[in-house]
């Protein structure tokens, strides 16, 4: 059942018109601050990052360490989907169960030139090697196989990277504070943190020249482009007048009066 709550959860957070993310972390991102943060008032009950392990470990079956959702944040999930609660969730979408076929009946066993009077039956001939060993040489070649998927995994798709003072750098993914890029798709060559003031340009054609988010602090940072704050990993915003307005200018500057 968790899989179809948060199966659903996805799909509703990317038909809402005021997220304008398609991505799993921008979608849960913005259930974070807007659903939960401002509509419900619940504050700092679960990461985006949480979120997306629990998608990925009911839905798409990838291993993790994600336990399963408390109860709060399964409530809150079923409400923002439209029911009271999970368990009215659970009742909605419960599976119907198919009973067993009663009416089946074993056949009894029986083999084509088989000599029951036969005293003295042939001797079995003796296995071969594989035959003999087909279970262990079955469970090598799997064993052999997962092995070499998970070097090349390491070796190729992985593109880690590590945030070095106002920028990411390559990193190995053994790092402690490595950060998977195949997952945010990050330019490292472009991504800085920069600091604005009421000189810098937020604009280009009315399309954002800047993007900002919020440190473990609370305190507000700024970056040149798209992506994700180096601290706590939430996809980052556009500017917008209103921040300028509220973090940058001052009373005399301001283009948005109180």
């Not at 030139?113 to 090697?129: A, I, M, R, V, W």
């Amino acid at each position: 059942m968790l899989r179809k709550l948060f199966t659903d959860l996805f799909e509703k957070l990317k038909t809402e018109k005021e997220n304008d993310s398609i991505k799993k972390y921008g979608c849960f991102n913005f259930f974070i601050d807007k659903i939960l943060e401002e509509k419900y008032h619940k504050i700092n009950i679960v990461s985006t990052k949480t979120l997306a392990n629990y998608y990925n470990k009911y839905v798409e079956n990838r291993k993790n360490k994600a336990g399963e959702p408390n109860n709060e944040l399964k409530n809150l999930i079923a409400k923002y989907l439209g029911f009271e609660d999970y368990s009215d969730f659970e009742v909605s979408y419960k599976e119907i169960q198919i009973p067993p076929n009663t009416n089946a009946t074993l056949e009894p066993f029986t083999k084509e030139g088989l000599d029951t009077n036969n005293e003295n039956p042939p001797k079995p001939k003796p296995k071969s090697f594989i035959e003999k060993y087909k279970k262990q040489l079955v469970g090598i070649s799997i064993l052999a196989f997962f092995t070499s998927s998970y070097f090349i995994y390491n070796n190729t798709l992985k593109n880690c990277i590590i945030w070095q003072e106002n920028h990411f750098e390559t990193s190995s993914c053994d790092d402690k504070y490595a950060v998977d890029n195949t997952i945010y798709k990050i330019n490292i060559n472009e991504f800085r943190k920069v600091e604005v003031n009421s000189e810098t340009q937020f604009f280009k054609n009315g399309d954002p020249l800047i993007w900002y988010g919020k440190s473990k602090t609370g305190k507000l940072e700024y970056f040149n482009h798209r992506g994700i704050h180096p601290e706590t990993l939430k996809e980052l915003n556009p500017i917008t007048e209103y921040i300028i307005n509220k973090y940058v200018f001052n009373e005399e500057e301001k283009t948005i009066q109180n």
